[in-house]
């Protein structure tokens, strides 16, 4: 399943004119593979020793560019540790509070939150995001044995 999201994902680039450079790649693939909503930095540091001279610059030119081209999601905590996302379906994420693990959780959307905040505040709702909060399995375990 990850193969044929990967396949699409670089048909995408193609179609768009981006080429498809071997870093390019690697940065798609890992987004892909990987369920744990890493950073930039996070990335950076998984395919350094495949990609010995890519910069953390390459990684944020190829993050930019796969967001614009809507195939990745950003999600951003006010802070510039923003993580990425290549489940690009709605979906809400559960986050843990000890290790800042963040697992998507999928529950039908909220819609009507929006139809109703449009009607009471005038505003023109785009979009909403909700986030859990608690302690992950690993970080419970870790709390019940010591
Ligand atoms: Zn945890
Ligand atoms: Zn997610």
Redesign the pocket.
Known sequence: MAEDKLQRAIETLKKSGVRITPQRHAVIEYLLTSKSHPTADEIYKALEPKFPSMSVATVYNNLRILKELGLIRELTYGDDSSRFDSNITDHYHII?E????IVDFHYPTLDEIESLAEKVSGFNISHHRMELYG??E??SEVAVTS
Not at 98 to 101: V, W
């Open positions: 843990c000890d290790c800042g693990k302690k992950c690993d970080c």
